[in-house]
């Protein structure tokens, strides 16, 4: 199971020197994209040059143009909405492919509902995985659902790989782990706490995580 730090204020950025040896995947958060651009990319890149590079675009709509300016600014992965029409998932897999990049299926859009992904749904040779989470401002309103957690069992049982975000913490991780989601996604939990090293290192160590380390071509990404 690999570790994704998940980056949504500018000074999370700060707390990423104190745990870049225990996270696998390192994310650019949509806020801080918004705010910074690809900037915020290259700095991630710059503080650390080693994990993976996810970058929460939410992509809808010109995947092609989106797709060149992230991946060619250093990111590895890229999200797009599992409710964009297939013409985006194509045209960012070709790009994605072209910079040896992989796209990310997002499915917040669709959070809460029996089917997360649409019938039929087709993804290109570049899809990586499916990322399942509760939204924040849902959780935000009042919503302690975990229906996100069971939605993990599904996503395997159509083959696919899955991230799972949303609200997971020391309380939560023992659920989380048992649905064993081959990434899992964790933002604040990290990064607003008081002391993230001491955080990180529990977690990490909780996962037992054999990927920590990997070279990002290796074994499970490929197959």
Do not use: C
């Amino acid at each position: 199971m690999l570790l994704q730090l998940a980056l949504d204020k500018p000074q999370h950025f700060a707390v990423l020197s104190m745990v870049q040896d225990l996270v696998d995947i390192v994310e650019v958060g949509t806020p801080v994209l918004k705010r910074f651009g690809l900037s915020a990319i290259s700095t991630v890149r710059e503080l650390t040059p080693e994990p993976p590079i996810l970058v929460d675009t939410k992509t809808v709509d010109g995947g092609g143009l989106e797709a060149d300016m992230v991946f060619g600014a250093g990111a590895t992965f890229m999200t797009v909405l599992s409710s964009a029409s297939r013409a985006p998932h194509a045209a960012v897999g070709e790009h994605a492919t072209e910079h040896h990049g992989w796209v990310v299926v997002d499915t917040i859009t669709e959070s809460g509902k029996p089917d997360l992904l649409p019938p039929g749904a087709a993804f290109p040779a570049s899809f990586g995985y499916v990322a399942v989470h509760s939204p924040t401002d849902v959780r935000l309103a009042g919503d302690t659902s975990t229906g996100h957690v069971a939605a993990v069992a599904r996503m395997h049982a159509l083959g696919h790989r899955v991230s799972l975000a949303g609200g997971i913490g020391p309380k939560s991780l023992d659920a989380v782990i048992a649905a064993e989601p081959e990434v899992l996604v964790i933002g604040s939990a990290i990064t607003e706490a008081d002391n993230p090293r001491e955080v990180a290192e529990w977690i990490h160590d909780r996962l037992k995580n054999p990927g920590h380390g990997w070279p990002w071509d290796a074994n499970w990404m490929s197959s």
